[in-house]
Structure formats: structure tokens, C-alpha cells
């Protein structure tokens, strides 16, 4: 089929669409169409509307050759993968492995989907099974894992919580670095949605810190250096008293993570003269909160009078004595005397609403603590406020109390360290909220710890990430201010996280040809994985070929 000119008697030339065809063994021709006037520049026209014609064609042909079923997602994956192996977590997963030569299953792969779960839908190991096992990416992960080989990994973990705990902490330090100064340490409660505790010890009914005593629950206590990157765990039954975990941890420190000199901070709720004591004969050194009304009255006369405070600023005093042979360090902070003094405006609040009601008796304010420092309870009658105690309770508010042996730092570098403890709370609110560490649904003690390493490594990924993007986001506020731009607050993990799981891999099918094909990735999600040093992955992902 070919273009042809023809000319009229006249010379007028013609464009003429012919065909070739055979007729007995002879060659001849048949005009299809006239094409119109032969002119200057019509031929071009011409073929730019076949071509049009032609592309279309092309494109309804090859529609019908695509096949897309699915989008998987794909960028926590890529961020996680590089995280598990730029911090030892795959090499250590792969010497745990070996020692079980004979596993029918990827322990590695199955332990990197569940933290990857972790990340984009923190459910149950049944629900990720049943219904998010496979939307993420089939090329990172299996989506052949079997139930009992998730359940199975978590055994595994429990029986290495050790050997990985002191593998992370020694990963990629020489004897010069594993020296850790300063550790923050302190606990929570997890809690369980059943009310069984039959199975194992650690499941029990105790004081818990997100008040659902309805509930089993286990105590967490979690060390931190103070980045607050995670060094190790321990898992206590739930009705255990939270001083009496400390001995534990502080033998760990000293016998697992050969550390030279520590010292330790925690909470008030861990201040005890043994556990002091078992500190000292560890030769460690601790900065540990204290409650001052604990102490005699005639010492906490001296201690609320802010005319020996020496003011650092308008917000904060510090005034130092002794406690024994440690010095005691008292703050006064404005902003904890704000706090102190609404906390008790509304627990009087409410006192007086049940006093004005006409209905209040003594046994109706026995129930609640809080309300019996402000309280006359007669044995008979009605109660009334006691505004002497009201008064000598407000003089004590913004006061607190630090105990401490370290003799190498002022008192206001000792109170510095304390506040760092809201580094851990951070911690806290990470592994029970966005990693949604609770409830848990496992009942046996070993699964229960193999859940809680899993929770372990993935806290551990994003506290690394963490500091990763803090430090990415004063680099850039440094340069904000050099070019007089607005500061922006730092990207938060859980953000960049949310983004990324929008980033979806797509198979598009042509033929016999798979295209593993990326969607665009957000600019926070952008953010991160710059922070990482991770370079942006292409468009086209993997081509493979179908059988």
C-alpha cells in the first residue's frame, strides 16, 4: 500500500491511497481513495493524521493487553529494610537463625514483615494474616507465610532476647565507644483485653498506669541512653511493685553491657534506700527523683524556703543540702507551681460542688485520697474544707526533690539530666501508641516476650529514625536562620511514616512482561528517606518475565 501522484490532462496532480494486489500470476493496481490536490505541505498533514489514527489504534491494542489486579504498599518497606540493615538487625536475625537449622520458614523475612506491620497497620498476628499480609509488597516480603510460622518467630525472639539486646548495643562500637555515661530508665504497664491470668506468671491484675484495672496487665521497664535510643527491656508480672524492678536492670547494665561508669536516672517511684544502695555496690551512680513530704516536717520547712534558693532564671531555683552521705538537690520551677496549683483548684472544685450539694457525708470522701489532705471528717455530721492545710499545701507547690551521689556535676547539670527522663515518657507513648505495643493478645509468658522483642526492635528503628530526622531538621533550621527563613518543627516519624505508606508499588502486566511500577513519594516522605541517606528508588522497580 503505497501513496501515489496522478496527473489529469491539465498537469494537476492528485494524491491517490493504492494497493498492490496479484491477479493471474500478474501485478496490478487499485486506487482505494483519493486523497485530495497535490500541494505543498499536504503530504505532511496527511501523515500526521494517519499517525494520530494509528497511535490510537495502537493504544486501544495495547489496553487490552495490560492487566493491573492490585497496589501493594511499598515505601515503610523500603525505609525499614534499609534501617534493619544499616543497624545489624538482619545479620543478627540471620545468627539466630542458625541456630535453628531446621526451620521450614524465612525467620528473617517473617520478623522484618511483622516490624514492617509494626509501621503501617499495628494489628493482631492473626489479623495481619487474615487481611494485611498481602497488601504489602510481594517482592520484600512472602505472602506464603503460614499463621503457626508468625507464631513461631515469636518463640524464637523470646528464647534470643538476650543475645540480640547486647548484639545492637556492641553493633559498630569499639571498646572506646560502648562506654555508656548516662542511662534513663523507668516503667509502664501493658495491658491485656481478658481477665484470665491462669496461663503464666506475668499476666496479673495490678496497679495500672492507664487506670483499667479490669484488665491483666504486665510491667515494662525500658533503659534508654539519652537520646533516648532503647538499650534493653524487662518484662515483670503485672501486680509487681515498681521499685522492686531496679535490681535487675542495674545487674544487666554491669554484666551484659560492660559498662565502666553509669549513671543512673529514674523516677521518683524507684526511690528507695536498697535500691540506692544496690546501685552504689554496683559502683554506679543514679540521679533519682525523690518525694519531699516523705521526709520530716521539720526538714521540709527548710527546704520550701525559696530565700536560700539560688535562681538560675525567673522559672527555676535550685537549692542543695544532704540526704545521708548524697546530696539532695531541690528545684523550684514556676511552671511546676502553675501545674501544682490547678491540680488542686480542680480536686477543690469538685470537693465543693459535693459540699454545696447538701448531700455529702464522710463516708462518701473516704473513697478518694486526694480529698482527705483538704478535709475536716468529722466521725458525725458534715465535712468542711480544712484551710490550714489548703494554705500549707500551696506553699509546697512548684518543689521538687532530686537525690543524687554524683559528685562530678553541678546542681543545675544534675537537674538538666533529670528532665531528660521525658525522653523516655516519649518512648512510652510511641511503643503504646503509634506502634500500639498494647493491648496484647498472646497469653503465654514466652509469647508474650517475643511480642514485646518484636515491639523492641521496632521502637528501635524509630528512635534511630528520630534522632536521624532531629539532626536533618537542625541542619536546615541552621540554614533558616543564616537566610533569615522561618524555623519549621521537626518531622516526626509517625508523619513521615503516614506518607510513606501512600507510596505503593504497582505490577502492570503487558504481554508476558511484568513492570513493578512506584507511585509518586510525598515531600515529608521525601524527608525521610534523605535523612537516611537513601536514595530515591526509580520509577521502574523490577521487570520480570512471565512463564
Given at each position: 500500500m503505497f501513496i501515489k501522484i496522478t496527473k489529469n490532462s491539465r498537469g494537476v496532480g492528485y494524491y491517490h491511497l493504492v494497493e498492490s494486489f496479484r491477479k493471474n500470476g500478474k501485478v496490478k493496481q487499485r486506487t482505494l481513495l483519493s486523497l485530495g490536490r497535490a500541494e505543498e505541505g499536504k503530504l505532511e498533514a496527511l501523515a500526521n493524521a494517519l499517525s494520530k489514527h494509528v497511535e490510537t489504534n495502537i493504544i486501544f491494542d495495547l489496553a487490552k493487553a495490560i492487566d493491573i489486579k492490585d497496589t501493594y504498599i511499598l515505601g515503610p518497606l523500603l525505609v525499614l529494610e534499609r534501617m534493619m540493615d544499616s543497624l545489624g538487625i538482619h545479620h543478627i536475625?540471620?545468627?539466630?537463625?542458625?541456630?535453628?537449622?531446621?526451620?521450614?520458614?524465612?525467620?528473617?523475612?517473617?520478623?522484618?514483615?511483622?516490624?514492617?506491620?509494626?509501621?503501617?497497620?499495628?494489628?493482631?498476628?492473626?489479623?495481619?494474616?487474615?487481611?494485611?499480609?498481602?497488601?504489602?509488597?510481594?517482592?520484600?516480603?512472602?505472602?506464603?507465610?503460614a499463621l503457626q510460622h508468625i507464631y513461631r518467630s515469636?518463640?524464637?525472639?523470646?528464647?534470643?532476647?538476650?543475645?540480640?539486646?547486647?548484639?545492637?548495643?556492641?553493633?559498630?562500637?569499639?571498646?572506646?565507644?560502648?562506654?555508656?555515661?548516662?542511662?534513663?530508665?523507668?516503667?509502664t504497664t501493658l495491658r491485656f483485653e481478658s481477665t484470665v491470668h491462669q496461663e503464666g506468671a506475668l499476666r496479673q491484675f495490678g496497679y495500672s498506669k492507664e487506670r483499667r484495672s479490669d484488665c491483666t496487665q504486665v510491667v515494662l521497664g525500658l533503659l534508654t541512653d539519652t537520646d533516648g535510643i532503647p538499650l534493653c527491656f524487662e518484662v515483670h508480672p503485672g501486680n509487681t511493685f515498681e521499685g522492686k524492678t531496679l535490681e535487675s536492670i542495674v545487674d544487666k547494665i554491669k554484666r551484659r553491657f560492660c559498662v565502666r561508669r553509669f549513671v543512673f536516672i529514674a523516677d521518683r517511684g524507684l526511690f528507695s534506700n536498697k535500691n540506692l544502695e544496690h546501685i552504689r555496690a554496683q559502683q554506679g551512680e543514679f540521679i533519682v527523683g525523690m518525694r519531699i513530704n516523705s521526709l520530716a516536717l521539720k526538714i521540709q520547712k527548710e527546704l520550701y524556703d525559696l530565700e536560700k534558693f539560688s535562681f538560675i532564671n525567673d522559672e527555676l531555683g535550685v537549692y542543695e543540702t544532704s540526704q545521708g552521705n548524697d546530696r539532695l538537690i531541690i528545684t523550684w520551677s514556676k511552671s511546676r507551681a502553675e501545674r501544682d496549683r490547678h491540680a488542686r483548684e480542680e480536686i477543690l472544685d469538685k470537693i465543693r460542688k459535693k459540699l454545696s450539694s447538701g448531700k455529702a457525708v464522710p463516708k462518701s470522701f473516704i473513697t478518694n485520697t486526694n480529698y482527705h489532705k483538704y478535709l475536716h471528717i468529722p466521725s458525725s455530721g458534715k465535712c468542711e474544707l480544712n484551710e490550714d492545710a489548703i494554705r500549707e499545701q500551696a506553699k509546697r507547690d512548684g518543689f521538687f526533690g532530686v537525690v543524687t551521689n554524683v559528685?562530678?556535676?553541678?546542681?543545675?547539670?544534675?537537674?538538666?539530666?533529670?528532665?531528660?527522663?521525658?525522653?523516655?515518657?516519649?518512648?512510652?507513648?510511641?511503643?503504646?501508641?503509634?506502634?500500639?505495643?498494647?493491648?496484647?493478645?498472646?497469653?503465654?509468658?514466652?509469647?508474650?516476650?517475643?511480642?514485646?522483642?518484636?515491639?523492641?526492635?521496632?521502637?528501635?528503628?524509630?528512635?534511630?529514625?528520630?534522632?536521624?530526622?532531629?539532626?536533618?531538621?537542625?541542619?536546615?533550621?541552621?540554614?533558616?536562620?543564616?537566610?533569615?527563613?522561618?524555623?519549621?518543627?521537626?518531622?516526626?516519624?509517625?508523619?513521615?511514616?503516614?506518607?510513606?505508606?501512600?507510596?505503593?508499588?504497582?505490577?502492570?502486566?503487558?504481554?508476558?512482561?511484568?513492570?513493578?511500577?512506584?507511585?509518586?513519594i510525598p515531600p515529608n516522605a521525601t524527608a525521610l528517606i534523605k535523612a537516611i541517606g537513601l536514595r530515591i528508588p526509580p520509577k521502574l522497580l523490577l521487570k520480570t518475565t512471565q512463564m
Open positions: 536475625l540471620e545468627v539466630v537463625k542458625a541456630k535453628h537449622n531446621r526451620l521450614q520458614f524465612d525467620f528473617g523475612k517473617v520478623v522484618f514483615t511483622q516490624i514492617c506491620s509494626r509501621f503501617v497497620r499495628p494489628v493482631s498476628k492473626l489479623a495481619l494474616y487474615d487481611h494485611w499480609l498481602e497488601r504489602l509488597y510481594p517482592v520484600m516480603i512472602d505472602h506464603h507465610i515469636l518463640d524464637i525472639l523470646a528464647e534470643s532476647k538476650e543475645q540480640i539486646e547486647s548484639y545492637l548495643y556492641g553493633y559498630k562500637k569499639d571498646l572506646f565507644s560502648l562506654n555508656v555515661d548516662v542511662v534513663l530508665y523507668d516503667l559528685v562530678s556535676l553541678s546542681a543545675k547539670q544534675i537537674v538538666t539530666h533529670y528532665k531528660q527522663l521525658w525522653k523516655i515518657e516519649d518512648a512510652f507513648g510511641e511503643i503504646k501508641g503509634s506502634l500500639k505495643t498494647r493491648p496484647v493478645f498472646h497469653w503465654t509468658d514466652h509469647r508474650i516476650v517475643g511480642h514485646l522483642v518484636l515491639c523492641f526492635l521496632a521502637y528501635y528503628c524509630e528512635a534511630i529514625l528520630t534522632k536521624a530526622l532531629r539532626e536533618s531538621s537542625m541542619q536546615l533550621n541552621s540554614k533558616s536562620i543564616e537566610n533569615e527563613i522561618v524555623k519549621q518543627r521537626p518531622l516526626t516519624v509517625a508523619q513521615a511514616m503516614q506518607e510513606l505508606s501512600q507510596v505503593m508499588a504497582i505490577p502492570v502486566t503487558i504481554k508476558n512482561q511484568t513492570y513493578w511500577i512506584r507511585t509518586d
